[in-house]
T-cell receptor
Protein backbone atom coordinates (compact mmCIF):
# COMPACT_ATOMS: atom_id res chain seq x y z
CA UNK A 1 0.00 0.00 0.00
CA UNK A 2 1.44 3.37 -1.01
CA UNK A 3 1.95 5.88 1.77
CA UNK A 4 1.24 9.59 1.98
CA UNK A 5 3.16 11.35 -0.78
CA UNK A 6 4.43 14.91 -0.45
CA UNK A 7 6.37 17.26 -2.69
CA UNK A 8 8.67 19.04 -2.88
CA UNK A 9 10.81 17.50 -0.12
CA UNK A 10 12.95 20.60 0.26
CA UNK A 11 12.43 24.25 -0.60
CA UNK A 12 14.44 27.39 0.10
CA UNK A 13 12.80 30.73 -0.60
CA UNK A 14 13.33 34.35 0.31
CA UNK A 15 10.98 36.12 2.68
CA UNK A 16 7.94 37.63 0.99
CA UNK A 17 8.05 35.00 -1.76
CA UNK A 18 5.36 32.35 -2.13
CA UNK A 19 5.54 28.57 -1.96
CA UNK A 20 3.14 25.67 -2.45
CA UNK A 21 3.25 22.14 -1.11
CA UNK A 22 1.35 19.19 -2.51
CA UNK A 23 0.02 16.10 -0.77
CA UNK A 24 -1.51 12.89 -2.03
CA UNK A 25 -3.03 10.88 0.83
CA UNK A 26 -3.39 7.13 1.07
CA UNK A 27 -6.07 5.92 -1.31
CA UNK A 28 -9.49 5.89 0.31
CA UNK A 29 -8.54 8.08 3.26
CA UNK A 30 -11.25 10.65 3.80
CA UNK A 31 -9.49 12.75 6.43
CA UNK A 32 -6.42 14.81 5.56
CA UNK A 33 -4.32 16.98 7.84
CA UNK A 34 -1.57 19.55 7.41
CA UNK A 35 0.78 19.98 10.36
CA UNK A 36 3.60 22.46 10.90
CA UNK A 37 6.67 21.22 12.78
CA UNK A 38 9.12 23.90 13.83
CA UNK A 39 12.58 22.63 14.76
CA UNK A 40 12.64 21.34 18.33
CA UNK A 41 8.85 21.37 18.71
CA UNK A 42 6.04 18.91 18.25
CA UNK A 43 3.84 19.12 15.17
CA UNK A 44 1.01 21.64 15.31
CA UNK A 45 -2.20 21.18 13.35
CA UNK A 46 -2.80 23.80 10.69
CA UNK A 47 -5.89 22.43 8.97
CA UNK A 48 -8.04 19.31 8.81
CA UNK A 49 -10.18 18.26 5.85
CA UNK A 50 -12.94 15.69 5.80
CA UNK A 51 -13.30 14.78 2.12
CA UNK A 52 -13.14 18.24 0.53
CA UNK A 53 -14.64 20.17 3.44
CA UNK A 54 -12.69 21.98 6.16
CA UNK A 55 -13.25 20.58 9.66
CA UNK A 56 -10.73 22.63 11.63
CA UNK A 57 -8.59 25.55 10.50
CA UNK A 58 -8.49 27.41 13.79
CA UNK A 59 -4.68 27.52 13.91
CA UNK A 60 -4.10 28.38 10.25
CA UNK A 61 -2.70 31.92 9.82
CA UNK A 62 -5.25 32.83 7.20
CA UNK A 63 -3.63 36.13 6.26
CA UNK A 64 -0.79 34.20 4.60
CA UNK A 65 -1.64 30.50 4.55
CA UNK A 66 -4.28 28.83 2.41
CA UNK A 67 -5.13 25.21 1.71
CA UNK A 68 -7.53 23.38 -0.52
CA UNK A 69 -8.53 19.82 -1.21
CA UNK A 70 -10.34 19.69 -4.50
CA UNK A 71 -12.34 16.53 -5.25
CA UNK A 72 -11.54 15.20 -1.79
CA UNK A 73 -8.21 13.64 -2.75
CA UNK A 74 -5.02 15.69 -3.29
CA UNK A 75 -4.36 18.81 -1.28
CA UNK A 76 -2.17 21.88 -1.63
CA UNK A 77 -0.91 24.19 1.09
CA UNK A 78 0.21 27.67 0.05
CA UNK A 79 2.13 30.33 1.90
CA UNK A 80 2.11 33.87 0.52
CA UNK A 81 4.01 35.94 1.50
CA UNK A 82 6.44 33.82 3.51
CA UNK A 83 8.05 35.04 6.72
CA UNK A 84 11.25 33.86 8.39
CA UNK A 85 9.23 32.18 11.15
CA UNK A 86 7.53 29.94 8.57
CA UNK A 87 10.73 27.90 8.33
CA UNK A 88 9.55 24.45 9.36
CA UNK A 89 8.65 21.01 8.15
CA UNK A 90 5.15 20.80 6.72
CA UNK A 91 3.67 17.38 7.32
CA UNK A 92 0.70 15.96 5.51
CA UNK A 93 -1.18 13.11 7.13
CA UNK A 94 -4.26 11.06 6.36
CA UNK A 95 -6.72 8.83 8.15
CA UNK A 96 -9.33 6.49 6.74
CA UNK A 97 -12.18 8.09 8.69
CA UNK A 98 -12.67 10.41 11.61
CA UNK A 99 -12.68 7.78 14.30
CA UNK A 100 -10.35 8.39 17.21
CA UNK A 101 -9.16 4.77 17.01
CA UNK A 102 -7.99 5.01 13.41
CA UNK A 103 -4.29 5.42 12.83
CA UNK A 104 -3.06 8.66 11.28
CA UNK A 105 -0.32 8.12 8.68
CA UNK A 106 2.24 10.81 7.93
CA UNK A 107 4.19 11.68 4.83
CA UNK A 108 7.93 12.38 4.92
CA UNK A 109 7.32 16.11 5.07
CA UNK A 110 8.24 19.17 3.06
CA UNK A 111 11.16 21.05 4.59
CA UNK A 112 10.88 24.83 4.11
CA UNK A 113 13.67 27.31 4.78
CA UNK A 114 12.84 31.01 4.48
CA UNK A 115 15.90 33.27 4.21
CA UNK B 1 -8.11 21.92 25.71
CA UNK B 2 -6.09 18.76 25.22
CA UNK B 3 -2.38 18.82 25.95
CA UNK B 4 0.59 16.46 26.23
CA UNK B 5 3.64 16.95 28.41
CA UNK B 6 6.75 14.99 27.59
CA UNK B 7 9.99 14.37 29.36
CA UNK B 8 12.59 16.94 28.37
CA UNK B 9 15.49 15.73 26.27
CA UNK B 10 17.90 14.99 24.97
CA UNK B 11 18.39 11.54 26.44
CA UNK B 12 21.64 9.66 25.91
CA UNK B 13 21.97 6.00 26.88
CA UNK B 14 24.41 3.20 26.33
CA UNK B 15 23.39 0.23 24.20
CA UNK B 16 21.36 -2.39 26.12
CA UNK B 17 20.31 0.14 28.78
CA UNK B 18 16.70 0.40 29.99
CA UNK B 19 14.69 3.26 28.54
CA UNK B 20 11.82 5.25 30.00
CA UNK B 21 10.40 8.38 28.39
CA UNK B 22 7.68 9.97 30.49
CA UNK B 23 4.46 11.30 29.03
CA UNK B 24 1.44 12.75 30.79
CA UNK B 25 -1.69 14.20 29.27
CA UNK B 26 -4.67 16.42 29.92
CA UNK B 27 -7.87 15.65 28.11
CA UNK B 28 -11.59 15.43 28.61
CA UNK B 29 -13.41 12.20 27.97
CA UNK B 30 -11.62 9.11 26.70
CA UNK B 31 -8.70 9.95 24.41
CA UNK B 32 -6.59 7.49 22.45
CA UNK B 33 -2.85 7.67 23.11
CA UNK B 34 0.03 7.22 20.70
CA UNK B 35 3.80 7.17 20.46
CA UNK B 36 5.27 8.30 17.16
CA UNK B 37 8.95 8.03 16.18
CA UNK B 38 10.88 10.22 13.78
CA UNK B 39 14.18 8.90 12.46
CA UNK B 40 16.67 11.42 11.03
CA UNK B 41 15.44 12.86 7.75
CA UNK B 42 12.21 10.86 7.80
CA UNK B 43 8.56 11.50 8.56
CA UNK B 44 6.64 10.47 11.63
CA UNK B 45 5.89 6.78 12.03
CA UNK B 46 3.41 5.28 14.43
CA UNK B 47 5.28 3.21 17.01
CA UNK B 48 2.39 2.05 19.19
CA UNK B 49 -1.03 3.05 20.44
CA UNK B 50 -3.59 2.36 23.15
CA UNK B 51 -7.25 3.26 22.83
CA UNK B 52 -8.63 2.66 26.33
CA UNK B 53 -7.57 2.65 29.95
CA UNK B 54 -5.21 -0.17 31.01
CA UNK B 55 -4.47 -1.09 27.39
CA UNK B 56 -0.82 -1.80 26.65
CA UNK B 57 0.56 -0.88 23.26
CA UNK B 58 3.70 -2.64 22.09
CA UNK B 59 5.93 -2.77 19.03
CA UNK B 60 9.62 -3.47 18.28
CA UNK B 61 10.31 -4.12 21.96
CA UNK B 62 8.74 -0.84 23.08
CA UNK B 63 5.77 -0.78 25.43
CA UNK B 64 3.46 1.81 26.94
CA UNK B 65 0.44 1.36 29.22
CA UNK B 66 -2.53 3.73 29.23
CA UNK B 67 -2.94 4.77 32.89
CA UNK B 68 -6.07 6.84 33.34
CA UNK B 69 -5.60 7.24 37.09
CA UNK B 70 -2.25 8.98 36.61
CA UNK B 71 -3.04 10.35 33.10
CA UNK B 72 0.19 8.85 31.84
CA UNK B 73 1.49 6.85 28.88
CA UNK B 74 5.19 6.30 29.57
CA UNK B 75 7.31 4.64 26.88
CA UNK B 76 9.66 1.83 27.95
CA UNK B 77 12.12 -0.56 26.37
CA UNK B 78 14.18 -3.12 28.21
CA UNK B 79 17.31 -3.03 26.07
CA UNK B 80 17.89 -0.23 23.60
CA UNK B 81 19.92 -0.47 20.41
CA UNK B 82 21.85 2.12 18.41
CA UNK B 83 19.12 1.89 15.75
CA UNK B 84 16.59 3.25 18.29
CA UNK B 85 18.22 6.67 18.11
CA UNK B 86 15.44 9.02 17.00
CA UNK B 87 12.99 11.62 18.25
CA UNK B 88 9.97 10.20 20.07
CA UNK B 89 6.64 12.03 20.26
CA UNK B 90 3.78 11.27 22.60
CA UNK B 91 0.38 12.25 21.23
CA UNK B 92 -3.31 11.97 21.95
CA UNK B 93 -6.44 11.91 19.87
CA UNK B 94 -9.54 13.19 21.57
CA UNK B 95 -13.05 11.93 21.76
CA UNK B 96 -15.46 11.99 18.84
CA UNK B 97 -15.65 15.52 17.48
CA UNK B 98 -12.08 16.23 18.56
CA UNK B 99 -10.04 13.48 16.92
CA UNK B 100 -7.08 15.56 15.78
CA UNK B 101 -3.67 14.55 17.13
CA UNK B 102 -2.14 16.77 19.80
CA UNK B 103 1.60 16.23 20.22
CA UNK B 104 4.14 16.67 22.94
CA UNK B 105 7.36 18.51 22.19
CA UNK B 106 9.35 15.36 21.46
CA UNK B 107 12.29 13.66 23.16
CA UNK B 108 15.53 13.12 21.26
CA UNK B 109 17.10 9.78 22.13
CA UNK B 110 20.71 8.94 21.31
CA UNK B 111 22.10 5.46 21.94
CA UNK B 112 25.86 5.09 22.07
CA UNK B 113 27.59 1.76 21.41
Amino acid sequence: EAGVAQSPRYKIIEKRQSVAFWCNPISGHATLYWYQQILGQGPKLLIQFQNNGVVDDSQLPKDRFSAERLKGVDSTLKIQPAKLEDSAVYLCASRIGQGAFDTIYFGEGSWLTVV
Amino acid sequence: GNSVTQMEGPVTLSEEAFLTINCTYTATGYPSLFWYVQYPGEGLQLLLKATKADDKGSNKGFEATYRKETTSFHLEKGSVQVSDSAVYFCALSGDFGNEKLTFGTGTRLTIIP
